[in-house]
């Protein structure tokens, strides 16, 4: 008996431990639950800048009608949230439309003159606010709101364009231009280039056409710009002579002073520079391509 009442009390002090545990950590739990901040507010007062903006707000909006009176913070917050979800054409177009019910043609001035400048009344559900006000609740910055106002008040509500748009610049390359760059520099590559009798592996079918190592590109240009003031045509700079010359005639190239090439090769280049007829370039073309293809045959082996 003596065991027995000993075990039922050692059981009814566990379940008044347990009870008081589970009444501890239900209180708890009713206390964590009635001091968590409700969930927007709590995650927007610390991240969200708009909402802070809103916030900020509140206070007071620094003009002396007190804007923020006729607004509550979820209104404010949920129309810079639709004012995010346009589009930038949207959100012009939007802002046109109301931009053009608030400006005020008839104004004058103090002597009863017609005044020259367009006087803009802000305001938002029929609520006259100050600019700040405006800008905060459709989410615009200054300098595209005073756009939008020149916008509305020269052409009306129509999309906005780039002044430029359409616009070719004033420098801007032709196709003349371009073709006549060309045409000297292959004109010039007939006359003192050095050509090879095929295009070199992995490159395109044009064989390439080699300028002597004594010419540059200034002397290129230099010569350009003489024939370009004796016909009395337009004459590009040099950097769109480069450009052009690397783009649109890329097998031609100036040879460098060091070319890895056989002496066989610069004689065989020397016969087709000095060729007079037909017959003699030919020829030398022919031997200059029978010197290749063995050369070819032999590295071939020798890979092998």
Not at 237 to 245: G, P, R, T, V
Request: charged share 25%.
């Amino acid at each position: 008996m003596v065991s027995e009442n000993i075990d039922a009390s050692v059981d009814n002090d566990s379940n008044n431990e347990d009870d008081q545990i589970d009444g501890r950590s239900l209180s708890e739990d009713e206390n964590h639950v009635r001091n968590v901040p409700s969930a927007g507010v709590h995650e927007q007062g610390e991240c969200d800048p708009d909402w802070l903006a809103v916030e900020h707000f509140m206070k007071g909006c620094g003009c002396g009608r007190h804007c923020q009176k006729n607004f509550t913070p979820s209104s404010v917050y949920q129309s810079i949230l639709d004012m995010c979800e346009k589009s930038k054409d949207e959100k012009e177009m939007f802002l046109m439309g109301i931009l053009s019910n608030c400006l005020d043609t008839s104004s004058s001035t103090k002597r009863g003159k017609k005044g020259f400048r367009v006087r803009t009344h802000f305001a938002i559900n029929g609520a006259s606010v100050c600019r700040e006000t405006f800008q905060l609740f459709f989410d615009v910055k200054r300098a595209v709101l005073y756009a939008l106002i020149q916008t509305v008040n020269q052409g009306g509500c129509t999309p906005r364009t780039h002044g430029n748009r359409g616009r070719k610049p004033k420098h801007a390359l032709m196709f003349d231009d371009v073709n006549r760059v060309v045409q000297f520099i292959m004109n010039t590559s007939e006359e003192i280039g050095l050509p090879y009798p095929a295009a070199p592996r992995g490159k395109d079918n044009i064989p390439i056409v080699f300028l002597p190592s004594s010419t540059t590109k200034l002397h290129l240009h230099a010569h350009y710009s003489s024939a370009c003031e004796e016909r009395n045509v337009r004459c590009v700079k040099i950097s769109a002579f480069k450009s052009i010359l690397l783009h649109c005639v890329p097998h031609i190239k100036i040879a460098k002073p060091r070319e890895d090439v056989c002496g066989t090769c610069e004689r065989l280049r020397r016969d087709i520079v000095g060729a007079v007829t037909e017959d003699e370039k030919l020829h030398a073309l022919t031997a200059m391509e029978t010197h290749i293809t063995d050369a070819r045959k032999v590295v071939i082996c020798n890979t092998t």
